[in-house]
């Protein structure tokens, strides 16, 4: 995990500097990924960057959707297991759950744009401060409770699983961490809101290295102390998947938590998505008043109309039940997130950015800083495939036991 998040920053910070093209502060502006791309290395790179980054962001948004799914889920079951006891496994159907979240995502899909988007990127990101430190909280309680420190510092021991199992597992896991570390895709779209002076790129900076470490923190803290309160028994999800049991109202509260985060972070992973279609729509069809019309609607007396566009409304609707139809139809949490992870970790968070600063800087091909930097995005290749790998024997495994729409947790 800190290998990931050094890898992360240092690529970042290559990430920021594309921003603009030449001069840091004057130069040609790139309001996405792809712009970036487009400026430094154009060609098929370009296309092949939009495909990698779109259907990650689309299968982002399905990973999501299950995963709030889970959490409303453990609410229903604490309040299930208050009410017949502990013993009651309680089983859920998630489909209920999925479906009010694609209907909440389908109002907050009609926010227009990505930089009107601060004041739900706020409070997602209290939410999952909040939902983290109840999870450390518990976590170390357990821990006391259990007077001793589980676990082995090899992880799940060979008995518990089989030697083979272990592999995959180890590689599902990788997947799972590269996930966790996948804001690069968006990373230039999150720099296009900021506002200059000082320049996009020193504040990007400062704020990468401040996000890594915060959230490099927390998944430290509540990966070895989950761990260490559970050993080889611990759930993929503490909060939801019955890690926890008691406080009942504290696990409420947490999970409620997670599900507004991920209400915001659906937004923002999906903006961009939204935005690269209405684009390219306007382009091939500027003449088309379903496409181009904007409407202003009065909501509240006295407040900012609201802009209400046809296509938007069309297209971006019919994008969350889409989700929403997947996540019913596919409900395997880790191991989708395991596999989105290592699709998109290699090409997005490590090579495009080092390919993109060594054109950016001239560096000479079979220099030191050349081949280290080769190493680096070879080393990060090898992981990636290898946590693909992983993910895709878990969800083989998972369809073993599979039925449409049978999404009881």
Not at 27 to 40: F, L, P, Q, V
Not at 93 to 103: K, L, S, V
């Amino acid at each position: 995990m800190i290998l990931f998040s050094l890898v992360t920053y240092y690529t970042s910070i290559l990430l920021c500097a594309c921003y603009r093209s030449g001069d840091s502060v004057t130069g040609k502006r790139n309001y996405t990924y792809m712009d970036a791309i487009h400026s430094n290395l154009g060609g098929i790179k370009v296309k092949l960057c939009g495909v990698v980054q779109y259907v990650n962001l689309f299968g982002t948004a399905i990973g999501y959707t299950i995963a709030s799914a889970i959490s409303m889920i453990a609410i229903q079951r604490t309040s299930c297991q208050q009410s017949n006891g502990d013993k009651d496994p309680c089983h859920v159907n998630g489909n209920p759950y999925m479906i009010a979240f694609g209907a909440i995502q389908i109002i907050f899909s009609q926010i227009p744009d990505f930089d009107q988007l601060w004041w739900l990127s706020i409070v997602a990101a209290v939410m999952s401060f909040g939902y983290s430190t109840i999870g450390l909280g518990l976590g170390i309680s357990r821990m006391v409770d259990n007077k001793e420190i589980k676990g082995t510092l090899t992880g799940v021991t060979i008995g518990t699983v089989t030697p083979t199992e272990k592999v995959w597992r180890t590689f599902q896991s990788l997947g799972n961490i590269a996930f966790a570390y996948s804001y690069s895709m968006i990373l230039i779209e999150i720099q296009d809101t900021l506002k200059a002076p000082p320049a996009e790129e020193k504040t990007m900076r400062k704020a990468t290295l401040i996000s890594v470490a915060v959230t490099t923190l927390f998944y430290m803290l509540c990966g070895c102390v989950g761990y260490a309160a559970f050993g080889d028994s611990a759930p993929g999800n503490l909060l939801a998947a019955g890690g926890f049991r008691n406080p009942y109202w504290l696990l409420d509260i947490a999970n409620l938590a997670i599900v507004i985060h991920l209400v915001g972070a659906y937004q923002v992973y999906c903006q961009p998505l939204f935005a690269f279609v209405e684009k390219e729509a306007s382009k091939r069809y500027p003449e088309s008043k379903f496409i181009t019309k904007e409407t202003k609607i009065h909501i509240f007396p006295g407040s900012k109309p609201f802009n209400l566009n046809l296509f938007r409304l069309v297209w971006r609707t019919v994008f969350v039940i889409t989700t929403t139809l997947i996540s019913m139809i596919m409900p395997f949490f880790n191991d989708v997130l395991g596999l989105l992870g290592a699709i998109g970790f290699w090409p997005l968070t490590v090579y495009f950015p080092v390919e993109m600063y060594i054109v950016q800087k001239n560096v000479p091909r079979w220099s030191t800083r050349w081949v280290c930097l080769q190493v680096l995005s070879l080393a990060c290749l090898v992981v990636s495939v290898a946590a693909a790998a992983g993910s895709v024997v878990g969800i083989i495994t998972d369809l073993k036991s599979y039925k449409p729409f049978k999404t009881d947790f």
